[in-house]
């Protein structure tokens, strides 16, 4: 499985058009620019949206979230009013191998 960024926020009461429009779509050109990015996938809701990076197996993940909470961090005044401040979580490649208990 390839390391995927999954971004998640909410919107309360704004439409999917509206999140879609004033969010999702301005996040997601913004995050395109990652570099090692294989694949996006984007969902918008009644007050909610979600945008899953796929990377590249090559990527640092580490390395890629902190990219994109500096693309989120400078987008952040454009964004409207009213939006969750967005939250980022990592998928690993590596989240379902057996970890090393002593070495």
């Known amino acids: ?3 995927q960024l999954s971004i998640s926020y909410s919107l309360y009461g704004s439409s ?3 999140v879609e429009k004033e969010v999702t779509s ?3 050109a913004m995050l395109s ?3 090692g990015v294989k694949k996006i996938n ?3 809701g009644n007050g ?3 945008i899953s990076i796929q990377l590249d197996k090559h990527v640092n993940p580490a390395t890629a979230r902190f990219e994109a909470s500096t693309i989120i961090r400078q987008a952040w005044p454009q964004l409207p009013q009213g939006l969750s401040y967005p ?3 990592l998928r ?3 989240d379902n191998a057996p970890k090393v208990f002593l070495s």
């Open 1 to 3: 499985m390839l390391p």
């Open 87 to 89: 939250e980022i979580s």
């Open 33 to 35: 620019r990652l570099s």
């Open 26 to 28: 301005k996040l997601e």
């Open 16 to 18: 999917p058009i509206v």
């Open 42 to 44: 984007s969902n918008s």
């Open 48 to 50: 909610w949206g979600n």
């Open 92 to 94: 690993s490649s590596d």
